[in-house]
């Protein structure tokens, strides 16, 4: 049976806050969880995170590659990989008391899991974003507050069931949301290819310039972001908790801004001057100091990444081509992390001096981040006639 375009897209939204269960639970919880309440070295929690999103990261790449040349097993690896990812997650935590060795193994088994569910669920983009113009849009206003939906009953959750005696009730509730959610995604997934083995990419399938441009802004602006937690004492700004909960609801305010995108071309020119935009807007953001600085960089953050994933499914050649953005995207976020705590140096709060050195390379970064994704250079010509055609 097939279901209509607005069915299909309710079933889509559907599967995407189950993944994103697993996504933003794995984020926000399992280094707290591991060194706060089993007594995991920092050190050791630090690296299974670092080593489980690498692991995730060339998994996409390696899934979006199989699947265009077997596009009869997607929704088998989809299915596959949503029961693993979700049965395998909760011990990516309890399996602590065990030793190193089996938690380094359920970490890897779940990212890998992830990673085969992960793929086939970015790339239905292109097939459902074949309807109408502005379909990608909303597509992506969707995941915007699917994710938030998410990270709020995560959230939630986590200040229900915080201690070791009931964190397991925690876990195993999200698992089985996201399986029973993430569930409503495999009804969607075609039979045969999004595009023929024969005309799969053999690089990323994407424009050289929003590649570069998109990881760049990545970086960028996922290390702001990570820096509004670390902010330096003369700079007012609201607790821990609470930015956390200004930079989410900025990024769900992101999918209200009224952006049209209806073609690749357009598209590139919005993301750009996004990023010049940014660069005054953050340089007086910085200024006002407070909540509404933290609520409108994510904002920022949450508008690029949804103009980001506007893009994709009108750019994409094959479902490797998802696999290699998300593969560069996941390690572009660890990147930021990285360019975060260099220039933290060892303070656990930046020094006056180094938080204006490093927003002043935030801002460097975005016109850089523009200056790429902008269209009309003449390397991009050739493909955005294909993308069109």
Known sequence: MTLSP????????????????????????????????????????GWLFLGGLAANALADLFVGDWLDRHPRQTRAIAGIGLAGAAMIFPLTILAAPSGSAVLM????????????YDVPHNAMLTRLATAAADTATRLSRGRTVGTGIAAGAVGLALSRWRDAATLPVMLWLLAGAALILGAALLPLVPR?????????PRGPGLPNGFLAGS??????LGALTKAMLQLPPVIAHPGAGTTVLLLTGGRMLAALVPFAVRDARRGLTLLAALYLVAIP???????LEGWPMVLAIGLLLGSTNLIDWTLLPLLARGARSYGFYTMAAKLALGGAGLAMTAALGNRTTFAPGAFAMFASAVLT?????????????????DRLKDTAA
Do not use: N
Request: a positive charge; charged letters at 10%; hydrophobic letters at 60%.
């Open 6 to 45: 607005r069915a299909a897209h309710t079933a889509y939204y559907t599967a995407h806050i189950g993944k994103s269960l697993l996504w933003t639970a794995s984020d926000l919880v399992t280094i707290y969880a591991l060194v706060s309440l089993f007594g995991v070295d920092p050190a050791l929690a």
């Open 105 to 116: 193994t359920a970490t890897l088994a779940f990212r890998l899991c992830y990673a085969a």
């Open 192 to 200: 045969a290819a999004l595009r023929t083995a024969a005309t799969a």
């Open 215 to 220: 990881l760049v802004g990545i970086v960028a």
């Open 281 to 287: 807007v953050m340089a007086g953001l910085l200024r």
């Open 365 to 381: 970064a975005c016109a850089l981040a523009a200056w790429c994704v902008w269209p009309q250079r003449p390397f991009e010509a």
